[in-house]
């Protein structure tokens, strides 16, 4: 621990999944983590509550479109380290708010690439599978982008930015290409989240359906506190790269809802065909 305890960290989307596990996981190391935290009326800070007291994490109330605010932030910080993972996250969403979409994940990048230039800050870049999109699997490092959503083409503005400031301005900033990963602390609204509280609820008796889209798409999903490390590993390299982070298995919903169901002690059967 006492080797990290000089260390700053900066995240952004710290309320996220991803921000509040990489949180709890760098304070566990002996950083002293600052947070970007989006104003909300609301002010849903569940997801950091075992950390909210810790008198090395600090929230600081930002916005990836205000640039002159992620300029101060910095500034003020001077964090050793930055994991970018800020996101409007959801990529059915970024088809009704493509504009705001590209506003934070792509252009929001650019603010903080912009920020840290000509400084030795490292940078993590949040990047996606979905950048993949209608390629061919297994993809790699070397795959070819071809994006099918806002969400995945801004995710892809963002990923050539860090190789430009890498490239250009010898910034130590890398990609993370990471497929699917989920913990308890996954939204809701995805598909994982869905099935697991359907499930919880049906065991309980206040649910006795659980609606699902396509039963046979397939995803590679992961257990995010592993890819979290992965992300903490990319900063600890003496140079910056591209790094996919996969399981290398992909599963289908159906598979993932029988496990899910499995695990609480109901067995399902299947019956009938297609989706
Ligand atoms: P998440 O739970 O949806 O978290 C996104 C975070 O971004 C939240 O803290 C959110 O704040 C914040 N945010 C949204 N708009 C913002 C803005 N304008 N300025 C600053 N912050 C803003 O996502 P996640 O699952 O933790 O994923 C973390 C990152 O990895 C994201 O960039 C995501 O796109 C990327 N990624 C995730 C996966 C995955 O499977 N989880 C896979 C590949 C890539 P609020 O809580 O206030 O909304």
């Given at each position: 621990m006492r080797e990290f305890a000089?260390?700053?960290?900066?995240?952004t989307g710290?309320?996220?999944?991803?921000?509040?596990?990489?949180?709890?996981?760098?304070?566990d190391k002996g950083y002293t983590v600052h947070g970007l935290q989006l104003y909300s009326a609301t002010n849903d800070t569940e997801r950091l509550t075992q950390i909210r007291n810790n008198p090395r994490f600090h929230l600081h109330h930002g916005d990836l479109t205000d640039g002159g605010n992620l300029h101060r932030l910095i500034s003020t910080i001077q964090p050793h380290e930055i994991y970018n993972l800020g996101a409007q996250s959801h990529?059915?969403?970024?088809?009704?708010v493509p504009e705001a979409t590209a506003n934070i994940n792509a252009l929001g990048t650019l603010r903080l690439l912009e920020a840290i230039r000509g400084t030795d800050i490292k940078f993590y870049q949040a990047s996606s599978s979905e950048m993949?999109?209608?390629?061919?699997?297994?993809?790699?490092?070397?795959?070819?982008?071809?994006?099918?959503?806002?969400?995945?083409?801004?995710?892809?503005?963002a990923y050539w930015l860090v190789h430009?400031?890498?490239?250009?301005?010898?910034?130590?900033?890398?990609?993370?290409?990471?497929?699917?990963?989920?913990?308890?602390?996954?939204?809701?609204?995805f598909v994982t989240r869905k099935i697991t509280r359907s499930v919880a609820a049906i065991i309980h008796g206040t649910q006795t359906e659980l609606t699902i889209g396509n039963l046979d798409a397939k995803r590679d999903w992961g257990h995010a506190a592993d890819y979290i490390e992965g992300m903490w590993l990319m900063l600890q390299q003496d140079k910056p790269d591209d790094y996919v982070l996969a399981s290398g298995q992909s599963k289908t919903v159906s598979q993932f809802i029988t496990a899910a169901f499995a695990c609480a002690g109901i067995h399902l059967e299947w019956h009938g065909e297609g989706t």
């Open positions: 000089t260390r700053k960290a900066f995240i710290i309320t996220g999944q991803d921000g509040a596990i990489l949180a709890r996981f760098l304070l990529v059915k969403v970024s088809f009704d993949f999109g209608s390629t061919a699997a297994p993809q790699n490092e070397n795959t070819v982008f071809a994006p099918c959503s806002p969400y995945a083409s801004a995710k892809l503005y430009n400031y890498r490239d250009s301005y010898g910034v130590h900033a890398s990609n993370g290409i990471l497929f699917n990963h989920e913990s308890p602390l996954r939204g809701e609204e």
